[in-house]
């Protein structure tokens, strides 16, 4: 794995020259692999991880369940494609187990969720099934604990 996309992983944001201090790489060299990382498409993008309390009363988000039918030439492919391509879909994933994908949706209340699962996904050729799970709290975002009373349970006690 690059240096430079470990460092990325592992950190806070860095500037280039931060990043080339640690690593004893020049500036220019930063830039070049920020490049051959996006070039490749390693690197998608940057985003910044935020409490979802921050958006609680504008959106709301659901995983949805789907079984889908394969298709004989494209397998799963082309149907997940399709899916992932509206706009509401944050994320979208080939599962293994009791459904085919996971679908991840952000919507700006419960019935446009429910209106983008009945009109949208549930009557596209190939959607069997679909099950919708609203999302109701938060308590781990992409690696970083949300509930004050959860990060300090997770520090030891002192005995006397």
């Not at 240096?3 to 201090?21: A, N, S, Y």
């Not at 935020?50 to 009363?57: E, V």
């Not at 596209?124 to 975002?141: I, Q």
């Not at 992409?142 to 030891?156: M, N, R, S, Y």
Request: proline share 4%.
């Amino acid at each position: 794995m690059s240096e430079v996309l470990k460092l990325i992983l592992e950190g806070e944001r860095l500037t280039t020259g931060q990043i080339g201090e640690i690593l004893k790489m020049t500036c220019d060299d930063v830039e070049a692999e920020y490049t051959r990382l996006k070039e490749k498409n390693i690197l998608l993008g940057w985003r910044p991880v935020i409490h979802p309390d921050y958006n609680a009363s504008n959106q709301v988000r659901a995983a949805i369940e789907l079984k889908i039918r394969p298709e004989r030439d494209g397998g799963f492919d082309r149907l997940a494609e399709r899916i992932s391509k509206f706009e509401q879909v944050e994320s979208c994933y080939l599962m293994s187990g009791s459904y085919d994908l996971l679908v991840f949706v952000l919507a700006p209340n419960l019935q446009q969720v429910a209106s983008f699962v009945f009109e949208r996904l549930a009557t596209l050729d190939g959607v069997e099934s679909t099950g919708t799970h609203f999302m109701l709290r938060a308590y781990k975002e992409q690696g970083f604990t949300l509930t004050k009373k959860a990060i300090e349970e997770d520090k030891p006690a002192v005995s006397p």
